[in-house]
């Protein structure tokens, strides 16, 4: 009995701290395994970087596209039937074509120097240039290029279609 107590007492002594050294030990492992598993801030960037591209070149990139958005959009304002203006930063051009869309299309649209280059192509090619802040800048906001002009606009663009349908009928004097 004394020897089986003896071995009780040393494997209480010896087994206890082993099995909470081993818990402990486990427990640290699967927080640095986990911890391994995290990316520093520069592999985040870096993998951010791999996945997305390069910003410069993505900003590049986005460049030109506007640029070739731009000249292709610039070559459809001579379709245009009015350029409708807030005088000096924003311009929209439009076509209405009952036969093809129930609404006017617009075919252009810019602000700042793009504005300008609307108007000066609508100016070489005697399209009517309306000045009409409110709608312009309704438009300019609510409308996409190549889309029919949203619903809410209809009879604002439609007075200004009438009044240039009024003074192409009247003709010059």
Known sequence: ????????????????PMA??????????????????KMTKSEVKDEHRNA????????KQRQKMFQI????MLKNVPKADVVITNPTHIAVALQYNPIFAPAPIVVAMGADHMAERIKQIAR???????ENKPLARALYKEADVG?????ALFQAVAAVLAQLDKFRRRGPR
Not at 20 to 37: K, V
Not at 52 to 59: A, R, Y
Not at 69 to 72: E, I, L, P
Not at 124 to 130: C, D, K, L, V
């Open 1 to 16: 009995a004394y020897i089986l107590q003896s071995a009780m007492t040393m494997v209480w002594y010896a087994l206890v």
């Open 20 to 37: 909470l050294i081993a818990a402990a030990d486990l427990w640290y492992t699967r927080w640095d395994y986990e911890e391994n598993l």
């Open 52 to 59: 997305e591209g390069d910003p410069e070149v993505k900003n």
């Open 69 to 72: 958005m731009g000249k292709r």
């Open 124 to 130: 070489e090619h005697n399209i009517p240039i309306r």
């Open 147 to 151: 889309e029919m002009i949203p619903e």
